[in-house]
């Protein structure tokens, strides 16, 4: 397996905070990996750092080989990467499928009007429309985004990543806010996602479902990798445990 997705020493200081303190690890194509922490340990820091939003102090990103430090996201978008949100941004006075569309041009220009105009109409809302029946969004095609509730907003942001036909997928927080039963569902699309033969980079603080469904968890605290591996064995290392311990954090993954 080669890696699709790596990081070399990868740093960024906030002021007196050392967010992220030299951060280096590989995930293979096909991986399924949970990137967890307690809160303030780095996690969408890094995921942001991955995608171009921020430049790191030091260290390199490398997507299928290719050094992309510093690149910007479109770039990296062209390498294969999409990226959903912590806080779902989706353009909310346009339709769902417009919504889908434009996040599709976008993985031709990074120009958010030139991408709508990029886009061959016809074919781009078939192939759209095909993308939101497969995270559940089948009927809702013509609602305006902002009138979708946040269970399907969820959903239409990970339709609007799947546009790009990613390689890679970095997922930030995509079961904040949904009661059980939504969570599971969205839970069920991600694994379908991944069963899809694209790799899978989740932050989430829902251990139970974080232990159900990655195959790998890299964990941070204080902004270094204190645990990488297998789930059950990750969990099990004291250092893991005391970080959530000290956190405060209720980890259901105990149990
Ligand atoms: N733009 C910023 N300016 C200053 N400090 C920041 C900034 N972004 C993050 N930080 C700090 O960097 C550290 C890591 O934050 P980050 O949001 O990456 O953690 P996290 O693991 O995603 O936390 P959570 O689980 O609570 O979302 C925190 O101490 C945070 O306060």
Do not use: W
């Not at 990137?35 to 430049?55: S, V, Y």
């Not at 690149?71 to 949100?85: E, I, M, N, Q, Y």
């Not at 074919?123 to 095609?141: D, N």
């Not at 399907?152 to 009661?179: F, H, I, W």
């Amino acid at each position: 397996m080669s890696a699709v997705l790596q990081l070399d020493d990868v740093a960024i200081r906030f002021g007196g905070v050392q967010a992220v303190g030299g951060v280096s690890c590989a995930v293979e194509a096909g991986d399924f990996v949970g990137l967890i922490g307690p809160n303030g340990a780095g996690k969408t820091t890094l995921i942001r750092i991955i995608a171009g939003l921020l430049r790191p102090d030091r260290g390199k990103v490398i997507l299928g080989g290719i050094d992309v430090t510093g690149d910007p996201t479109s770039a990296r978008v062209r390498c294969g990467l999409a990226l959903t949100h912590q806080i779902v941004r989706p353009f909310r006075e346009m339709t769902v499928l417009d919504n889908v569309v434009l996040a599709a041009g976008i993985g031709y220009t990074s120009e958010p009007l030139r991408a709508l105009l990029h886009v061959s109409r016809r074919r781009e809302s078939e192939r759209a429309a095909a993308i939101l029946a497969s995270v559940g969004l089948a009927g809702t095609e013509r609602k305006l985004a902002g009138a979708l509730p946040l269970g399907q907003l969820k959903r239409l942001e990970l339709a609007r990543a799947l546009a790009v036909s990613p390689k890679v997928v970095l997922l930030d927080e995509p079961l904040a806010g949904l009661n059980h039963t939504e969570a599971s569902k969205q839970v069920e699309t991600i694994s379908e996602v991944h069963q899809r033969g694209i790799t899978v980079v989740l932050v989430e603080h829902n251990l139970e479902e974080v232990m159900r469904i990655c195959r790998r968890l890299i964990v941070l605290n204080n902004g270094i990798v204190i645990g990488d591996g297998e789930p059950r064995e990750v969990m099990a290392d004291p250092v893991v445990h005391d970080a959530y311990v000290g956190g405060g954090m209720v980890t259901h993954a105990e149990a």
